[in-house]
């Protein structure tokens, strides 16, 4: 099976989890990037279902939006009983790098709000300890320098992503080198930098259920 085929499954699988966790009348929560696409894919013919969604991101908001999903602002909406997102790394403790889009922000907003969190991901992106995909940290721009100098004391190699503005207006710092043996606790390290408007661990609240695509079938962990 190709990479997108093993999206394509796993995001199948979380509109079928969505249809029987999410009561008709509910607000999905929807995140950003290739997998989460194919999830607003899956999620379009149950449409009517719904009352619409909350999403993490521009891009994510226009591609419902061309589903005709109605998208609500996270301001008026209370509850979330699931949300749906890909990732760039997760482990066996479903903590997670997020980021790769540059939504990060947003879906750990999103996240917050939503009671079950579901990680879809091809089999590819299951390591044993994080880091290797450098980890994306959201930061106010004239804070760009000390942010980095502050990142580079934690053991990481920080990389500006070229002509990249967040959709909060920001810049993300991608950082390599990192051996993440402690992500709760380099989730919260880092966001205490000032400047630092998030990071792309979620590990303080990690998934609850990953459905891994694998050449077997979708394997659900969790
Ligand atoms: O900012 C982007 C998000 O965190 C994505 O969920 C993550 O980058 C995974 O994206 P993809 O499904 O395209 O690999």
Redesign the pocket.
């Known amino acids: 099976m190709t990479q997108d085929e093993l999206?394509q499954a796993v995001a199948q699988a979380a509109a079928d989890y969505v249809a029987e966790k999410a009561p008709a009348g509910a607000i999905i929560g929807v995140?950003?990037?290739?997998?989460?696409n194919f999830f607003i894919d899956a999620l379009a013919p149950l449409k009517d279902r719904y009352r619409g969604a909350v999403a993490s991101s521009e891009a994510t908001r226009k591609r419902l939006e061309g589903h005709g999903i109605p998208v609500l602002d996270l301001n008026e909406v209370e509850h979330i009983p699931v949300y749906v997102?890909?990732?760039?790394e997760v482990d066996a403790g479903l903590n997670m790098i997020?980021?790769?889009?540059?939504?990060?922000t947003r879906?750990k907003i999103v996240a917050a709000v939503a009671d079950i969190f579901v990680c879809i991901a091809d089999g590819s992106k299951l390591v044993d300890t994080m880091g290797k995909f450098p980890l994306p940290v959201e930061v106010i721009p004239m804070a760009r320098a000390h942010v980095a100098r502050q990142l580079a004391k934690l053991g990481g190699k920080p990389v500006l992503r070229e002509d990249f503005v967040t959709d909060n207006g920001n810049l993300i710092l991608d950082v390599h080198g990192l051996a993440i043996t402690d992500p709760k606790g380099l989730e919260a390290q880092i966001n205490q930098i000032v400047g630092v408007v998030t990071n792309?661990l979620f590990a303080v609240r990690p998934a609850n259920l990953l459905l891994l695509g694998t050449a077997d079938g979708v394997r659900r962990i969790g």
């Open positions: 999206k995140g950003t990037g290739s997998t989460a997102d890909g990732a760039d997020k980021g790769g889009g540059g939504a990060l879906e792309g």
